[in-house]
T-cell receptor, first 112, second 116 residues
Framework: QKEVEQNSGPLSVPEGAIASLNCTYSDRVSQSFFWYRQYSGKSPELIMSIYSNGDKEDGRFTAQLNKASQYVSLLIRDSQPSDSATYLCAVNIGNQGGKLIFGQGTELSVKP | GAVVSQHPSRVICKSGTSVKIECRSLDFQATTMFWYRQFPKQSLMLMATSNEGSKATYEQGVEKDKFLINHASLTLSTLTVTSAHPEDSSFYIC????????????FGSGTRLTVV
């Protein structure tokens, strides 16, 4: 089992809709969870970090964490064509010196 | 905010030569930096963890003699790809955690290496 898993997509949503991105992880000790956005040929940029169970909202983005289910998600409200990118879920693997392990990424396409 | 500078952004080298990539934390000290490699349409794969003043810790399957990592100061880590081959062509990205432990990870802009 991979340490961090995501559906590779592509996920296609119409402009203005809610995009829902999901991620599961295998290490129960993990404490820090991150969502990054990556445009083609560019480095990842941080969207959200979440450390506690529940929801965390920042503008159009909401991260949800459920440690019991080892599940973290990202919701993008009012999706825009500029949101089209690959979204990477990353987990700080516990007890391994702060290593950040990435899922394979979900490609999101927002259609005008 | 935290800034990590990575150079060069793009390099083309001949097969058999070595290439050095630099990663600097500009406004904070990073005792630990991470090096990733990303092939087209794939995710970031962690290559090694670079620790200031000590040897790097390599992930399984990564050749430490081929990918030399030096972290001589709290703001600079370098990755040298030795005896490069075409299959080493990839996007190499460094990251650092800081400036505080709960800040998250800041990434450099990446280096596109092409070995011809």
């Amino acid at each position: 089992q991979k340490e961090v898993e995501q559906n590779s997509g592509p996920l296609s949503v119409p402009e203005g809709a809610i995009a829902s991105l999901n991620c599961t992880y295998s290490d129960r000790v993990s404490q820090s969870f991150f969502w990054y956005r990556q445009y083609s040929g560019k480095s990842p940029e941080l969207i959200m970090s979440i450390y506690s169970n529940g929801d965390k909202e920042d503008g159009r983005f909401t991260a949800q964490l459920n440690k019991a289910s080892q599940y973290v998600s990202l919701l993008i409200r009012d999706s825009q064509p500029s949101d089209s990118a690959t979204y990477l879920c990353a987990v700080n693997i516990g007890n391994q010196g702060g290593k950040l392990i990435f899922g394979q990424g979900t490609e999101l396409s927002v259609k005008p | 905010g935290a800034v990590v500078s990575q150079h060069p952004s793009r390099v083309i080298c001949k097969s058999g030569t070595s290439v050095k990539i630099e990663c600097r934390s500009l406004d904070f000290q990073a005792t630990t930096m991470f090096w990733y490699r990303q092939f087209p349409k794939q995710s970031l794969m962690l290559m090694a963890t670079s620790n200031e003043g000590s040897k790097a810790t390599y992930e399984q399957g990564v050749e430490k003699d081929k990918f030399l990592i030096n972290h001589a100061s709290l703001t600079l880590s370098t990755l040298t790809v030795t005896s490069a081959h075409p299959e080493d062509s990839s996007f190499y990205i460094c990251s650092a955690r800081g400036p505080r432990t709960n800040y998250g990870y800041t990434f450099g802009s990446g280096t596109r290496l092409t070995v011809v």
